[in-house]
């Protein structure tokens, strides 16, 4: 085989390699960040809701309607748009959170 075929296979493997090594890295990062994430939001949320006003007990629907939208959150017995911002208000500084 001549130098330039040798290169040639070369290169082609190392952008074989450096997709595979990208692609791991997004699935080590995004689970990580799902990770911490998900707990501080289980430690922010209800904190916040509680503060606004709603029982604690219904903190673990909060936490579930949350990642569906506005209408999701605000079907939660107890639900206010006021509670409701404090509870997205909380949800985003987790993503903060996880980002670190």
């Known amino acids: 085989m001549d130098r330039f075929c040798l290169e040639v296979l070369i290169f082609k493997?190392?952008?074989?390699s450096r997709t595979a090594g990208g692609s791991i890295a997004v699935a080590v990062y995004s689970s990580i960040l799902g990770n911490a994430q998900g707990k501080e939001a289980m430690r922010l949320v209800p904190a916040a809701?509680?503060?606004?006003?709603?029982?604690?007990?219904?903190?673990?629907?909060?936490?579930?309607?949350?990642?569906l939208g506005a209408k999701a959150l605000l079907a939660v017995p107890g639900m206010t748009t006021d509670i409701?911002?404090?509870a997205g208000a909380a949800f985003q500084q987790s993503y903060v959170y996880g980002l670190k």
Do not use: H, M
């Open 13 to 16: 493997d190392s952008g074989v």
């Open 49 to 67: 809701v509680e503060a606004a006003g709603l029982d604690a007990s219904a903190a673990p629907a909060v936490l579930a309607a949350l990642p």
């Open 84 to 86: 409701a911002a404090a």
